[in-house]
């Protein structure tokens, strides 16, 4: 499978899963979770979908330019959605305090997909 459709599938799953997450967040979890854990959950899955979103758009670039950093972003989008807002969903869950630890990591990642992201279609703009 090219990198690019590998990408944008990826895009979608994580589109589908925090508008799940996010509902189950709204409703199933509700009565479970303390506010301050239900904010938390929250903000994982608004950073997977904001992320979810970008990994689409960096799977589309892929398909029309070869890029390697695109496809770096694309990598580091991923991981920094399961670093960030997968220690987030654990944490708001569990209560499993260190997991906070490895969040930033996910956030340092989500930084530099984007950074890739644009490095990848500014010189790749030029190459079609």
């Not at 690019?4 to 979770?33: D, E, Q, S, T």
């Not at 303390?34 to 960096?58: R, S, V």
């Not at 990591?105 to 950074?115: K, R, T, Y």
Request: glycine share 14%.
């Amino acid at each position: 499978m090219r990198p690019g459709r590998l990408l944008a599938a990826l895009g979608a799953a994580n589109g589908f899963a925090a508008v799940a997450l996010g509902a189950l967040g709204a409703h199933a979890l509700k009565a479970r979770l303390a506010p301050e854990q239900l904010a938390t959950f929250h903000t994982a899955a608004d950073y997977q979908g904001l992320h979810a979103l970008a990994l689409l758009a960096t799977g589309l670039a892929c398909l029309l330019v070869e890029s390697r950093h695109l496809r770096a972003a694309g990598l580091l989008f991923v991981i920094g959605i399961l670093l960030f807002s997968g220690s987030l969903y654990v944490l708001a869950v569990t209560g499993i305090r260190w997991l906070g630890a490895v969040t930033p990591f996910g956030g340092v990642s989500l930084l530099a997909g984007w950074l890739l992201l644009g490095i990848g279609l500014w010189r790749g703009a030029d190459r079609r």
